[in-house]
């Protein structure tokens, strides 16, 4: 196992895979959210610390094919995207990743190569949200199927999680990170356009979600919050759903966001992908106030006779976003 350039999964045992893996996946921060860990990898589950008697749970699934091209993305790139996708979802309920479960699922002829790239990307992500792999599962698959699952456990630090039905009429909705940045470098990757903006494609292939600003936001008194994993439109569209309210986006607060990718895709593609782009994992939150480091895309309304949902700029909007069974694309 020394060298596991030329190996295939076939080639080795689960026990060597996982010792292989496991010093890839390992934390080596100081005090952290991952002091809670008090059985990591091992043993026949973990055993975490929930310090206020609650905690977050979630779990996210990426598959070859459908979330990723080889072609596009290094065994890496999955890895670091399935962990903040992940973290995501905890910093949008204000809280903190405090473990991860790690699943793969993929066929004899995976390269160890890949499964080792994989464990790299998976580490450096969790290190960089100052958590940790606490276990997971091997598992064998059917020839051309390769699946990452994560699962994410998170806490709120004692305060009640922000959701996404707290919406007021009266709030104003603002976003923490970027706007169609993923979706715009997916849009060159497809049409082999990639080099135009090499920045946009790192984003695709890593989104970077300001996940301190999920946490920082429940403090400042955030009513909602989602991270925008479909596209703003489909996801303000949650939360305006979830909340019974309208949300009113301002075309004038997206234009910077549509500036900043028109040289790399054009005036009109850079609109949809801020509108509809998905994976940016950014926060979306509404507040009485926006704090610093937030910035304010619009209001929050009541409903009107067009019920609860997103508009812009006065205008309906609907449809477009990221929906896995659609079989119109
Ligand atoms: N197969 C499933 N079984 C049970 N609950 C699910 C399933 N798929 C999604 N959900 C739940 O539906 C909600 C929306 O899911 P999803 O759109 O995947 O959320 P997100 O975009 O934040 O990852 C979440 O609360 C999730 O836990
Ligand atoms: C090969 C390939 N096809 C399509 C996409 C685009 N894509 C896949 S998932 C997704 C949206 C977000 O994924 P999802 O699993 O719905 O995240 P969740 O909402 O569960 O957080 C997008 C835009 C891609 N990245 N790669
Ligand atoms: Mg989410």
Same mark, same amino acid.
């Given at each position: ?43 026949? =589950? ?63 002829? =995976? ?79 497809? =049409? ?138």
């Amino acid at each position: 196992m020394n060298d596991s350039r030329d190996l295939r999964l076939a080639d080795v045992s689960e026990e060597e895979v996982l010792e292989h893996i496991f010093p890839l996946l390992r934390a080596d921060h100081g005090p952290s959210a991952a002091t809670g860990v008090l059985v990591g990898p091992g043993d026949d =589950t973990a055993w975490l610390a929930a310090p206020d008697g609650r905690f977050l749970a979630t779990t996210d699934a990426v598959v070859l094919g459908h979330d990723w091209l080889d072609a596009w993305s290094t065994g890496a790139d999955v890895g670091h995207k399935a962990v903040m996708q992940n973290c995501a979802d905890i910093a949008a309920m204000g809280g903190v990743t405090t473990g991860l479960l790690v699943t793969l699922a993929a066929h004899a002829g =995976t390269s160890m190569a890949w499964v080792t790239d994989l464990a790299r990307g998976i580490g450096e992500a969790a290190r960089e949200a100052r958590t940790s792999v606490v276990g997971g599962d091997l598992s064998g698959a059917d020839d051309g199927t390769v699946m990452v699952s994560i699962t994410a456990f998170g806490t709120t630090e004692g305060r009640d999680p922000v959701l996404r039905s707290g919406a007021r009429p009266g709030d104003v909705v603002a976003v923490a990170g970027g706007l169609g940045r993923s979706g715009a470098g997916w849009a060159l990757l497809r =049409t082999g356009r990639g080099e135009i903006a090499p920045d946009l494609v790192a984003i695709h292939r890593r989104p970077a979600p300001p996940l301190s600003e999920g946490p920082g936001a429940a403090r400042a008194g955030a009513h909602a919050m989602i991270d925008l994993s479909d596209g703003l439109v489909r996801d303000a569209g949650r939360v305006a759903r979830a909340s019974g309210v309208v949300i009113d986006l301002d075309p004038a607060a997206l234009a910077p966001h549509v500036d900043a990718l028109t040289s790399a895709v054009g005036a009109e593609e850079a609109l949809t992908c801020v509108l509809t782009g998905g994976e940016e994992h950014s926060l979306l939150a509404t507040f009485a106030e926006a704090p610093d480091g937030w910035h304010v895309l619009g209001t929050v309304g009541p409903v009107d006779e067009l019920g609860a949902g997103v508009r812009v700029g006065g205008e309906p909007r609907r449809g477009g976003g990221w929906d896995h069974f659609d079989t119109s694309r």
